[in-house]
């Protein structure tokens, strides 16, 4: 899979839903916009007060919602180190990322990936298929350092 900087399209993430099973409900479908909107990965609390959620959801919704995404594989959980779990879309969103250790706050890292000829070689010499990495540089954001 790699890096695809190609963003899906709601029509496509919708069906992809469909062949995994899940029921196209509208809280669905707001999810995912919120998802595909941000660009970025949010927390269950930010994807619950997003301004492009458009229909109100309870917390329970879209936890239940996030993580039969995960478990699909269509959304992804990362920030293992922060404070929150955050949640990306898998095909959308660059795998490497700068998380604050004080707040936890999490940005996509807009670098050419350093390590993506790594897991190619890994890739050719281990075998395995389907792989990925992400990367979390920690550090102290601007808004903390204040
Ligand atoms: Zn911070
Ligand atoms: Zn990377």
């Not at 790699?2 to 029921?23: I, K, N, V």
């Amino acid at each position: 899979m790699g890096h695809s900087h190609a963003t899906p399209d709601l029509d496509s993430l919708l069906d992809q839903c469909s062949d995994a099973g899940l029921r196209r409900t509208s809280a669905l479908r707001a999810c995912l916009e919120v998802l595909l909107k941000a660009g970025q990965p949010l927390t269950l609390q930010e994807i619950g007060t997003s301004p492009f959620l458009g229909i109100s959801c309870d917390p329970a919704t879209i936890y239940r919602l996030i993580t039969r995404l995960e478990e699909k594989r269509i959304v992804r959980r990362i920030g293992f180190h922060s404070r929150a779990a955050h949640y990306c879309l898998r095909e959308s969103s660059h795998q490497d990322y700068l998380i604050c250790r004080d707040c936890g706050s999490v940005e996509v890292l807009d670098i050419t990936c350093p390590v993506e000829h790594l897991e190619k070689e890994i890739a050719k010499t281990s075998g395995y298929s389907d792989l990925e990495h992400e990367l979390e540089f920690f550090g102290r954001c601007a808004a903390c350092q204040r």
